[in-house]
């Protein structure tokens, strides 16, 4: 029956969109302020206008279609319309928080994911989220001024061939029992959180630590060893040395 992706069935029948309606009177009990837009350029970009303009945190914007999504260092975040979820939010945290916004970000995720579709999502420092070794969702935390946007893109049902390699999935992919978009978000931005124990509770799920890993630095170099730990500022630390920025890879 469900041969219709070359026609566009597959995405109209699973593939419905947001209602912004529910999400944002579900939402604002919370504090938040959500604004579904059909396509933006970069939900980031957009929230950080706002932020530059002197918007208060609570701002959560999310897009059906993102058509320059972005991810660190100039890299690329690809999204069909409404496969997955694509949305930024403006926070306004202390100081001492900073260094481990991006990082609780990526925890939201996590457990949004495993209350929601029991699929079994693990961190890796700071924010991937994976699915075994796949990444099923990335975080994007820029700073503006004292604000940090906060984005996520995560794939929801995203099929094998609509991601951009072999080591990307979604959940769709990986079994997921509801494939919900507004239930999703919502849990999201229920589990986004700032307190010690979600710092314990990233320890729990962060695949990274007690692994021998990779940490590609800034610039060219590469240094290697034992994950040990996550510091008081959200930095990874392997054999002792702390690391705030990087992209690991896990070793076997
Ligand atoms: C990230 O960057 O993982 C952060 C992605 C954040 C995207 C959200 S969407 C809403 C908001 N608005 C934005 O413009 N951005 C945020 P990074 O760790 O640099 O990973 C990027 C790399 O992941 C790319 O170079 C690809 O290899 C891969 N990638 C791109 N799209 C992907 C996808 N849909 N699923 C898995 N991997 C992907």
Redesign the pocket.
Same mark, same amino acid.
Do not use: E, I
């Given at each position: 029956m469900n041969g219709g992706a070359a026609n566009g069935m597959y995405g109209d029948l699973d593939r419905p969109p947001l209602r912004p309606d529910a999400l944002s009177h579900a939402l604002e009990q919370d504090g938040w302020r959500v604004e579904v837009l059909a396509s933006a350029t970069?939900?980031?970009?957009v929230v950080a206008e706002r932020a530059r303009a002197g918007e208060s945190a609570g701002l959560c914007v999310v897009a059906e279609e993102?058509t320059?999504?972005?991810?660190? +260092?100039d890299?690329?975040?690809?999204?069909p319309p409404r496969a997955?979820l694509?949305?930024?939010v403006l926070l306004r945290p202390v100081t001492e928080q900073l260094g481990w916004v991006p990082l609780l970000g990526g925890l939201a995720v996590v457990r949004a994911i495993r209350e929601q579709t029991g699929v079994d999502a693990v961190l890796k420092w700071p924010n991937?989220v994976l699915v075994g070794e796949r990444?099923?969702a990335?975080? +994007?935390a820029e700073a503006v001024g004292g604000a940090v946007v906060l984005?996520?893109?995560l794939?929801v049902t995203?099929r094998a061939d609509e +991601?951009?390699?072999a080591l990307?999935t979604s959940l769709a992919l990986e079994g997921a029992r509801t494939t919900d978009r507004d239930t999703i978000l919502r849990a999201v931005l229920r589990s986004l959180t700032f307190t010690d124990a979600d710092r314990s509770a990233y320890r729990e799920f962060c695949s990274t630590l007690g692994r021998k890993v990779e940490v590609h630095l800034p610039g060219l170099r590469v240094v290697s060893g034992h994950a040990d730990d996550v510091d008081a500022q959200g930095r990874l630390v392997v054999d002792g040395t702390p690391y705030s920025a990087g992209?690991v890879v896990h070793l076997r």
């Open positions: 970069s939900t980031n970009a993102q320059a999504g972005r991810g660190r +260092l890299r690329t975040w690809v999204s997955g694509t949305f930024s991937d990444k099923a990335g975080v +994007l984005g996520v893109g794939n995203n +991601l951009p390699h990307a992209d």
